[in-house]
């Protein structure tokens, strides 16, 4: 499986950017898709998540009403919505996927989950 991440880059506060992932290879073993971050300094932490088949999704409590995290199954591609960027929104965003999970421990941290553990390459987002 390999992840392709677009979108990121420097926005003001108060803007919005747009995160998009795609999926290749053996992409059917993958149901539960989501983004993490990494700011300078600070450990890797969970943005949002989504099932694959039914779409469910969590949130960090400091993203929700801003971010919004949707999927195209049938393409195997999910974005992340950011609005109302904040500076504190600032690091490094990596998209992932995995077989299995249940959303909110694997939101809390990445090693909650089956399988192997994918990640895009990651791309900035700067907001000043």
């Known amino acids: 499986v390999q992840l392709v991440e677009s979108g990121g880059g420097l926005v003001q506060a108060g803007g919005s950017l747009n995160l998009s992932c795609a999926a290749t290879?053996?992409?059917?073993?993958?149901?539960?898709m989501g983004w993490f971050r990494q700011a300078p300094g600070k450990e890797r932490e969970g943005v949002a998540v989504?099932?694959?088949?039914?779409?469910?999704?969590e949130y960090a409590d400091s993203v929700k009403g801003r971010f919004i995290i949707s999927r195209d199954s049938s393409k195997m591609t999910w974005s992340l919505q950011m609005n109302n960027l904040k500076p504190e929104d600032t690091a490094m965003y990596y998209c992932?996927?995995?077989?299995?999970?249940?959303?909110?421990?694997?939101?809390?941290?990445?090693?909650?989950?089956?399988?192997?553990?994918?990640w895009g390459q990651g791309t900035q987002v700067t907001v000043s």
């Open positions: 992932a996927a995995v077989t299995g999970c249940s959303l909110t421990p694997w939101l809390r941290d990445p090693g909650n989950k089956s399988g192997p553990m994918n």
């Open positions: 290879g053996k992409t059917n073993v993958l149901n539960c």
């Open positions: 989504i099932t694959r088949i039914h779409g469910g999704t």
